[in-house]
């Protein structure tokens, strides 16, 4: 079976034109279904909300097509959106990122019941746990008499492994 072509930056500058201020994808030819046309918005919202786009026959996150815009080539790991915007594309807004790295800049699970990231109830113990996540490791902090020592516990922890990439909520 013969695989699909890579796409290139030279290629994308055919059917596609990105702004950085603005993230903004535009056609500059018709799709090759003839969908679309020149000069209107690139794109759909996908389920997840992110931005995506067919090219040639594939799907690709408009924020992984920035990286090949700007740089010449796909980053190797995720793309993480600075401000949580899955569809806010300005370049100033996207960085390249290690899957921990991404997951460290989202907010609490909807499966958090404590308010705060990183904190839990632990109902034996009858104490708040602080835990952190690094690749598929969960590293526990300690056990605490109030979510807000747990938490500080967890944002200090986040802070070291993360760094700018760490968000508090």
């Known amino acids: 079976m013969i695989g699909r072509p890579v796409l290139t930056r030279a290629?994308?500058?055919?059917?596609?034109?990105?702004?950085p201020e603005t993230g903004v994808w535009t056609r500059v030819a018709v799709a090759r279904n003839g969908k679309g046309r020149v000069g209107e918005r690139a794109g759909t919202v996908n389920r997840l909300g992110y931005r995506q786009i067919a090219v040639d026959?594939?799907?690709?996150?408009?924020?992984r097509l920035a990286f090949l815009w700007m740089g010449g080539e796909f980053p190797p790991d995720d793309v993480d959106h600075i401000n949580r915007?899955?569809?806010d594309n300005r370049w100033a807004n996207l960085r390249p990122a290690t899957?921990?790295?991404?997951?460290?800049?989202?907010?609490?699970?909807s499966t958090n019941t404590s308010g705060l990231k990183g904190v839990s109830w632990s109902k034996?113990?009858?104490?708040w746990v602080a835990q952190s996540m690094s690749?598929?490791?969960?590293?526990?902090?300690?056990?605490?008499d109030c979510p807000a020592a747990a938490?500080?516990?967890?944002?200090?922890?986040?802070?070291?492994?993360?760094?700018?990439?760490a968000r508090a909520a």
């Open 11 to 19: 290629r994308l500058a055919e059917i596609l034109s990105y702004d």
């Open 57 to 63: 026959g594939v799907i690709y996150a408009e924020h």
């Open 85 to 87: 915007n899955r569809a």
């Open 99 to 109: 899957r921990s790295q991404n997951l460290a800049n989202t907010g609490r699970f």
């Open 124 to 127: 034996s113990r009858e104490k």
């Open 135 to 144: 690749g598929n490791r969960t590293r526990n902090l300690g056990l605490f």
């Open 151 to 165: 938490h500080f516990a967890y944002l200090i922890a986040a802070d070291k492994a993360f760094g700018a990439f």
